[in-house]
Nanobody, 125 residues
Framework: QVQLVESGGGLVQAGDSLRLSCAASGRTFSSYAMAWFRQGPGREREFVAAISRGGGTTYYADSVKGRFTISRDNAKNTVYLQMNSLKPEDTAVYYC??????????????????WGQGTQVTVSS
């Protein structure tokens, strides 16, 4: 089992950058595919990005492709989401998720059994 704790959220202006971190407990982090999801006001939770166990394969939602980068450091048990050129529509609670059943990661919430508590990102115009 793994416990996930996100950090790095905040209030920024459109065009700014933020880096989110998700720290995982336990010694098996490298066995988990990881992902970021987000849930904006009045919206359903949506996929943002995913990364394979070794970090060699990544996936992105079309809405963030070219602006966001997911990465991981298995030695530090941490997955990151670098967010550049932020837009007001990126405002949401961002959640990291992981699952040991996956190697490459998935795009759906039901692909992941382990979730963090979320971190708020607010982008003002």
């Amino acid at each position: 089992q793994v416990q996930l704790v996100e950090s790095g959220g905040g209030l920024v202006q459109a065009g700014d950058s933020l880096r989110l971190s998700c720290a995982a407990s336990g010694r098996t982090f490298s066995s988990y595919a990881m992902a970021w999801f987000r849930q904006g006001p009045g919206r359903e939770r949506e996929f943002v990005a995913a990364i394979s166990r070794g970090g060699g394969t990544t996936y992105y939602a079309d809405s963030v492709k070219g602006r966001f980068t997911i990465s991981r450091d298995n030695a530090k048990n941490t997955v990151y989401l670098q967010m550049n050129s932020l837009k007001p529509e990126d405002t949401a609670v961002y959640y990291c998720a992981g699952d040991p059943r996956l190697y490459y990661g998935g795009r759906h919430s039901y692909d992941y059994d382990y979730w963090g508590q979320g971190t708020q990102v607010t982008v003002s115009s």
